[in-house]
């Protein structure tokens, strides 16, 4: 069975940093490509940051650039993002996400899904 689980979420205070990691059971994450995507409340669900399977290129949102850093992990079947200073606006529920064709950040095209982990900015 697929299963995505992430984890690292929690509160921080704004210019802190988190580090998602998302682990991947009953496939290999190298064949996919992997995005980190979140949701505010009454908000749409966005893509946050993409690493492709096929030549390892990456996208960020304008939001994140700079800040936000998404990354395999070596041999463990991870992969991670990275979140430095954060910003209330980042507030949100983080999921990453697998599909073994996608080349986009689209959340409407990813197949696999985590459960989501829950990322709070507040001072």
């Known amino acids: 069975q697929l ?5 690292g979420g929690g509160l921080v205070q704004p210019g802190g940093s988190l ?3 998302c682990a991947a ?3 290999t994450l190298d064949y996919y490509t992997i995005g980190w995507f979140r949701q505010a409340p009454g908000k749409e ?3 946050v940051s993409c690493i492709s399977s096929s030549d390892g290129s990456t996208y960020y949102a304008d939001s994140v ?4 850093t998404i990354s395999r992990g070596s041999a463990n079947n991870m992969v991670y993002l990275q979140m430095n200073s954060l910003k209330p606006e980042d507030t949100a529920v983080y999921y990453c996400a697998a599909d073994p ?12 899904w985590g459960q989501g982990t829950q ?5």
């Open 45 to 47: 669900r966005e893509g």
């Open 3 to 7: 299963q995505l689980v992430e984890s």
């Open 101 to 112: 064709r996608s080349e986009s950040c689209s959340p409407y095209e990813y197949e696999y």
């Open 119 to 123: 990322v709070t900015v507040s001072s």
């Open 25 to 27: 059971s009953g496939f």
């Open 19 to 21: 580090r998602l990691s």
């Open 65 to 68: 650039k700079g800040r936000f």
